[in-house]
């Protein structure tokens, strides 16, 4: 199963697309990029080990088999993304850091994740640069070369 975030970076938040097996299921929204401040940003880009937490309503982030979470992906009741090191699965994008319905792209990203638990695989999320959209990060770090 391939599981993908692409993302996009905009000053006060990132915004993101997964997709399953190049099916669109979701957008996200994180923390912005801090440079210098890697545990207030967003999560790093890389592969990730997708894990669903018995009794709890989120799955975690883990870079290796029974390592210890880096982040986690949840539905929130607010609709802004204020917490680090979280992925928030909403249905639509109002604006830059808002976005629509969290529980039910929550649902639906599980919903998706369901299907494939009962062929036995495990889910790897890559998270990675939208290439067609890097002039936003491009634009983002130019405020930090300035400074």
């Not at 009794?55 to 979470?69: A, H, I, S, V, Y």
């Not at 992906?73 to 680090?84: A, E, S, T």
């Not at 036995?120 to 400074?147: G, H, V, Y």
């Amino acid at each position: 199963m391939k599981v993908i975030l692409d993302r996009e970076y905009w000053p006060t938040s990132t915004h993101g697309t997964i997709t399953i097996n190049d099916k669109v299921i979701c957008h996200t929204l994180e923390s912005p990029v801090i440079p210098g401040c890697p545990k207030e940003s967003c999560l790093p880009e890389g592969s990730y080990i997708l894990v669903k937490e018995d009794q709890m309503p989120f799955l975690t982030l883990q870079k290796t088999n029974r390592g210890p979470f880096l982040g986690v992906i949840c539905p929130q009741g607010q609709f802004r993304v204020d917490l680090p090191q979280t992925i928030l699965p909403i249905h639509s994008i109002k604006s830059e850091g808002q976005g629509t319905n969290p529980q039910k792209a929550f649902s639906r990203l599980i919903q998706a994740l369901g299907k494939a638990k009962s062929a036995q695989e495990t889910f790897r999320l890559e998270i990675r640069s939208c290439p067609d959209k890097a002039l936003n990060l491009a634009c983002c770090e130019k405020i930090a070369w300035m400074d």
